[in-house]
């Protein structure tokens, strides 16, 4: 793989957690208010359904995840099991279709 | 450690998405996903990422603040390890608000019936009780609070701890009529209390004495026309769901009928079978015990047909076109009540009426399980309040 893809890869990296940061401390914040203001969790689901905004939101997680995981994982099993080449990618491909297509199931189920 | 958290939350995060996915599949989507997150095993794992996302938090932030901040080590690591206990410590805190449920009931947990012992009000929460018991291991504890259809008890229902330690179980028209019909009402059924789950619902029936010369809703009907005022019908007490039914049947009928209060269902019916009055709108489980043990004779139910536990008894809209009338019990709780707390008492209510022998029970006393959410127990209740509010208007009931 060249130099230019490995910077790609470390700069989406780097920012894919930068989002996931920022993710996780809406979900967090949305949590506490839902659960603080005594949301059940049929109210929860009864605002999240039909709202698209909440259904961009965690469409841009999932995504974030995709990009985030395989990259992750991708150093570890170079660098921790020696698996390099086109396999690995393969198989890390695999990975974040599996991830990709977990997660927008459950986006979907919380908006539809 | 960034590398390991890391590795266990990728190998966690396709089990997730895939189990929350899978409950909120398909029909029962909410049923699913309510019981999904009740699962000790879910709620176990809820910790596991608490642990795994603060740990990993704290590598990647220093990892960012390495590469891209100017900053010395050992502030780095502080910030990182500050990060990781801020997401930490909301996450515990979201976990242990919705955590209050687990523990509870601690101790029993008492039903406020607002009708005397024997009435369709009582049965119902005395079945649903025993059951509930066995799921808690705690013990429901029915108080009977009769009087004034329903307010008295309804009025010390409202002022009790909203802990879920007390919770309300009234026939349907106590929180969706009385408010109309009464001045002077000792609580607010909108403002008070907030729904839990309708238990049970069914049709009633009108019953007269034994010994009454009426052998049919027919006879009864022309004998009330030709007698106007002089035929007197009992009921649970004014507002009450057996007050509401004849009240119907009396209006759609054309007939000039007194109604005579009584303190509860089951003194009505005492009444009955005692010859003070002519006739009774009751609901099935409370009556069906003097109708099979011959003290009284059933004429007609309110459902638009027949029902499988009064065989042979026609529909009264056989007589009275477009005649329905259905009651219902259910469970309301003192607004205030965690909501965990009224989630836990619906869904466990709902796997009890589940059980084949409660469904048994409820079906010999003429009454199906509902269990529907505190949601549509909600709208439900609106509508029908809706209705009741023209009915006693039309039919001018009303106690100063």
């Known amino acids: 793989m060249s130099a230019k893809t490995q910077t790609y890869l470390w700069l989406i990296q780097r920012l894919s957690a930068a989002v996931l940061a920022l993710c996780v401390l809406v979900h967090l914040a949305t949590l506490i208010y839902a659960v603080r203001g005594g949301l059940s969790a049929a109210e929860i689901l009864g605002r999240t359904r039909g709202n698209v905004a909440w259904f961009a939101f965690y469409s841009i997680f999932v995504f974030a995840v995709t990009l985030h995981v395989p990259i992750g994982l991708r150093a570890v099993l170079s660098e921790w099991l020696g698996w390099r080449g086109a396999g690995r990618d393969l198989a890390l491909l695999g990975f974040g279709v599996l991830l990709a297509w977990g997660g927008m199931r459950a986006v979907m189920a919380v908006f539809l | 450690m960034h590398r390991l958290s890391g590795i266990a939350l990728a190998l966690f995060l396709p089990v997730h998405f895939w189990a929350l996915g899978q409950a909120l599949q398909g029909e029962a ?6 019981r999904w997150s009740e699962q000790p095993l879910v709620k176990a794992s809820e910790w596991a990422i608490v642990l795994l996302l603060a740990a ?11 590469e891209f901040l100017p900053w010395r080590d050992w502030q780095k690591t502080l910030a990182a390890l500050a990060a990781a206990a801020a997401l930490a410590i909301g996450l515990l805190f979201v976990l242990s608000s919705t955590a209050h449920a687990q ?4 101790k029993p947990v008492k039903f406020i019936v607002p009708f005397p012992p024997g009435g369709a009000t009582d049965i119902s929460a005395r079945l649903l009780g025993q059951k509930l018991t066995e799921i ?21 229902a409202a002022k009790a701890a909203p802990d879920g330690y007390t919770l309300f179980f009234p026939s349907g028209s106590v929180v969706t009529a009385n408010q109309y019909i009464y001045a002077n009402l000792n609580y607010d059924p909108e403002k008070d209390f907030v729904p839990v789950t309708n238990v049970v619902s069914g049709p009633q029936v009108l019953t007269v004495p034994a010994n009454s010369p009426y052998k049919s809703v027919k006879d009864l009907i022309e004998s009330g026309r030709a007698n106007p005022g002089k035929l007197y019908f009992g009921h649970a007490g004014i507002g009450s769901q057996t007050h509401l039914a004849a009240e119907n049947f009396v209006f759609q009928a054309k007939l000039d009928a007194t109604a005579v209060p009584y303190k509860g269902e089951g003194p009505g019916l005492a009444a009955l079978v005692g010859g003070e009055t002519h006739f009774f709108v009751g609901n099935v489980a409370a009556s069906i015990g003097h109708i099979k043990g011959g003290r009284l004779r059933a004429l007609g139910v309110t459902s638009k047909a027949e029902i499988p536990q009064l065989p042979g008894v026609p529909p009264i809209a056989s007589v009275v076109p477009g005649f329905e009338n259905t009651g219902w019990f259910g469970i309301v709780a003192p607004r205030g009540t965690p ?13 009890a009426l589940q059980d084949a022998v409660m469904k048994e029970k409820f079906f010999a006393q003429g009454l199906a399980p509902v269990g529907n959410s505190p949601e549509e127990m909600g709208r439900a209740m609106k509508e029908e309040s809706e209705l009741w509010k023209n009915v006693v208007k039309a039919r001018n009931i009303h106690v100063k």
Do not use: C
């Open chain 2, 29 to 34: 989507t909410l049923e699913s996903f309510l």
């Open chain 2, 56 to 66: 990993h938090l704290t590598g990647g932030v220093r990892i960012l603040m390495i």
């Open chain 2, 103 to 106: 523990g509870w009931p601690q």
């Open chain 2, 136 to 156: 808690w291991g705690q013990t429901v504890l029915i108080e009977n609070r009769g009087g004034a259809g329903g307010s008295v008890g309804a009025a010390e």
């Open chain 2, 339 to 351: 909501k965990d707390v009224i989630q836990k008492v619906y869904l466990d209510t709902r796997k």
